[in-house]
């Protein structure tokens, strides 16, 4: 199955600012996903990136706040904006490979002081 | 995609079968069945997926009852490395997103 290299794996970041984290998967992928899992929960889709169109994204979670990029079939980024200790959480991005089994990139850990 | 309910917590000795329930009593004709697991600190990894038939792989096997209202994963020799949070998913064979639910927290203990 494919191989996701996810960056950064954890940040410190201030109140306010913006955090842009990047998903390189190793083979070409139609559909890409972002994830956010808060502290001890369970994960929450944030959006579903296809490449070469808008990302289709879930109840609650708005593009103004979580911008995402799909510039190719192996790449995606999440950008967090404006970001307030609210938004501490893992961030984890995922691919649809050709078999059945979706992976998952390691996670970012976001800590927003 | 339909709902899943699973133990919230399980646990069971190193070297025995483990064996996580799930239930799935509105499941629809075109659903999977998928096994995921959550180790610490890491993303989820694929276990196992299907349909209506008995899966085995290398890792686990999947038990599903023939009306397809609940499943059960097997984990047939527990090591402490399969400690992790178990979820239970149903995926439509159309469909393209996995919708994750509480899980069940899996300790193995020496």
């Known amino acids: 199955s494919a191989v996701i290299s996810q960056k950064p794996s954890r940040d410190i970041c201030q109140r306010g600012t913006s955090l842009t984290i990047q998903c390189q998967v190793d083979s070409q992928v139609t559909m890409m996903f972002w994830y956010r899992q808060q502290p001890g929960q369970s994960l929450t889709l944030i959006a579903t990136a296809n490449q070469g169109s808008e990302a289709t994204y879930e109840s609650g979670f708005v593009i103004d706040k979580f911008p995402i990029s799909r510039p190719n079939l192996t790449f995606s980024t999440l950008t967090v904006s404006n970001m307030s200790p609210e938004d501490s959480s893992i961030y984890l991005c995922?691919?649809?490979?050709?078999?059945?089994?979706?992976?998952f990139g390691s996670g970012t850990r976001l800590t927003v002081v | 995609d339909a709902k899943t309910t699973q133990p919230t917590s399980m646990d069971c000795a190193e070297g025995r079968a483990a064996n996580l329930p799930c239930n799935h009593s509105t499941i629809s004709g075109n659903e999977y069945v998928y096994w995921y697991r959550q180790i610490h600190s890491q993303g989820p990894q694929y276990i196992i997926h299907?349909?209506?038939n008995n899966e085995t792989n290398e890792m686990a096997s999947l038990i599903i009852t023939e009306d397809r209202k609940s499943s059960t994963l097997i984990l047939p020799h527990a090591t402490l490395r399969d400690t992790a949070v178990y979820y239970c998913?149903?995926?439509?064979?159309?469909?393209?997103?996995?919708?994750f639910g509480t899980g069940t927290r899996l300790a193995v203990r020496p």
């Open positions: 995922s691919a649809l490979p050709q078999r059945h089994g979706y992976t």
């Open positions: 299907g349909l209506k």
């Open positions: 998913i149903l995926k439509k064979s159309s469909g393209d997103k996995l919708t």
